[in-house]
């Protein structure tokens, strides 16, 4: 079943960043790439009002200046479990009606992105994960989670999609604003700019 990304937030959907943490950066695949594509979803998100989570690993340092200011106004969360689920005092992912939509970015892919998705779906929610800012250490393990997060029912989707289902439509009032500011200019052709 495919879901839309609501244009506006209505207390349902929520973005969340893992683990993009300094410490465990340096290790990642293609690390500076999937921090500006964080930074980019967490502006984007501020500006349609869509909640952004910041979650971070207890032993892996601390946020990036770049992505803490992307984020703006958000929630920031400390846990030591892999699955967010299995973390006591996170209660954001604990004590949300089952059918909430949650936005994956950051890292691990196939460790807390991956058992977070599933134990998230087994549960009823819907889970997307943007595969253009998600990584590992390992090609490999990132390859394998994404295939088996999609038969689980995890929608794979990446910033541009998430960038058009939010918008809609193109006669939204701050759509070239937007389109401005966060693709690359290619569609403005055709709206006259």
Not at 162 to 167: S, V
Request: aromatic share 6%.
């Amino acid at each position: 079943m495919t879901s839309s990304i609501p244009s506006r937030a209505h207390g349902k959907t929520t973005l969340i960043i893992n683990n993009m943490q300094v410490d465990l950066l340096p290790m990642i695949q293609d690390a500076s790439r999937v921090l500006e594509h964080c930074c980019w979803l967490a502006e984007l998100a501020q500006e349609i009002e869509l909640p952004v989570a910041l979650v971070c690993h207890e032993k892996l340092g601390a946020l990036p200046a770049r992505l803490r200011k992307a984020a703006g106004v958000c929630t920031t969360l400390s846990k030591c479990h892999f699955n967010v689920l299995d973390e006591r005092g996170v209660d954001i992912f604990r004590t949300a009606p089952p059918g909430n939509h949650w936005i994956f970015a950051g890292v691990e892919t196939h460790v807390c992105i991956l058992q977070s998705a599933l134990a998230l779906r087994a549960r009823g929610d819907q889970v997307s994960v943007v595969v253009d800012a998600v990584s590992s250490r390992s090609v490999l393990d990132h390859e394998v989670a994404l295939s088996r997060m999609s038969r689980h029912g995890v929608e794979l989707i990446t910033r541009e999609m998430l960038f058009f289902e939010t918008m809609a439509q193109s006669e939204r009032a701050d759509y070239l604003a937007l389109s401005q500011r966060f693709l690359d200019g290619r569609y403005l052709r055709t709206y006259g700019e």
